[in-house]
Structures are given as structure tokens and as C-alpha cells.
């Protein structure tokens, strides 16, 4: 079966490997020098309406402290550096999200950003997949939110440390 790409062309994205890295292994808590620490280097998911995808995830990721660091004609990056991203959106007319099972995990800083984080994605189109909340099965501290985004994919906020 032949796949269908974006009528839209692809647009180069520069990246900055050792940075990104860097950057990855200090949202994730992981000392650089710890093998396999960086395990990925990025996310891509495809979205069907970048301007809708955009939005969305402009609300909950800046809840959370990230930005878009890259903004093409078919492609939008987040991440904390600009043209360092960490999750890419693609435009592609086919876009399904992944079934039962997958979701993308955000790290928050804080309990209030995983509340910003749910309300600013409802507001933009989002779908409640669980509030705001202590989740005692995952662990004592574990505090998250849940969304399905408007093409699909879900996601989380969370924090998983004792309130200070």
C-alpha cells in the first residue's frame, strides 16, 4: 500500500543534537553521564489541522514551561530552545493517533501547571480522559491530568514528588 504524504512540502529542521540531549536529560532528571539516559531525542505525531494542533498544544505544554521552538508551513515544534524541539507536530492528511495503550507523559513542575495543563487543553478543543488529580495506585505523590488532543493522541501532565 502506497502512504500518502502532506500535499504541503516538508520544510528542513535544524537541530542541535548535543543541546537537545542536554536539555532532554535535565527534564527528565537523568545525569548525562548515565548510559542510555538520552534515550529519545524527540516525538513526532502527526495532526490532520496544524492551526488546531497548534493551539491546543500551545495551552498545555506552556502550561508546563515549554514553548514552540520551531514554526514551518507543515510542522510545529515545542520544546525549551529555539529550533531544538523535543515534540514535533507534522501536517499530514492521514493522521490517525496510535490505539489503546500509547500515551505521551509530560513532566510538570508543579501541581498548579498539571491543573493549567488540563483546563488550557479543554478550553482549546481538548477531551477530559481524567482530571486533575492524586492517583494512589501509580504511587503516593503521583499527581496528573489526562486529555485526548483534537486529532486524537493522548496525553498526561504529572509530577510525581511530594508537594513542597
Do not use: W
Request: charged share 20%.
Amino acid at each position: 500500500m502506497k502512504s500518502r504524504q502532506s500535499p504541503i512540502p516538508r520544510q528542513p529542521i535544524k537541530r542541535n543534537s548535543d543541546a537537545l540531549s542536554t536539555t532532554a536529560s535535565r527534564l527528565c532528571s537523568k545525569p548525562t553521564s548515565t548510559p542510555g539516559a538520552d534515550m529519545l531525542h524527540h516525538i513526532s505525531i502527526g495532526v490532520r489541522d496544524l492551526r488546531a494542533a497548534g493551539a491546543f498544544y500551545d495551552g498545555t505544554l506552556g502550561a508546563l514551561g515549554y514553548r514552540r521552538v520551531f514554526d514551518g508551513e507543515a510542522s510545529i515544534g515545542y520544546g525549551l530552545v529555539d529550533g531544538q524541539d523535543i515534540l514535533l507536530l507534522n501536517l499530514c492528511v492521514d493522521a490517525a493517533a496510535p490505539g489503546d495503550g500509547f500515551h505521551l507523559a509530560f513532566s510538570a513542575p508543579s501541581r498548579a501547571s498539571v491543573d493549567a495543563f488540563h483546563r488550557n487543553g479543554l478550553a482549546a478543543g481538548g477531551r477530559d480522559n481524567g482530571a486533575p488529580g492524586l492517583r494512589p495506585d501509580y504511587g503516593d505523590a503521583y499527581y496528573a491530568a489526562f486529555l485526548v488532543d483534537p486529532d486524537g493522541h493522548r496525553i498526561e501532565a504529572v509530577i510525581n514528588r511530594i508537594a513542597a
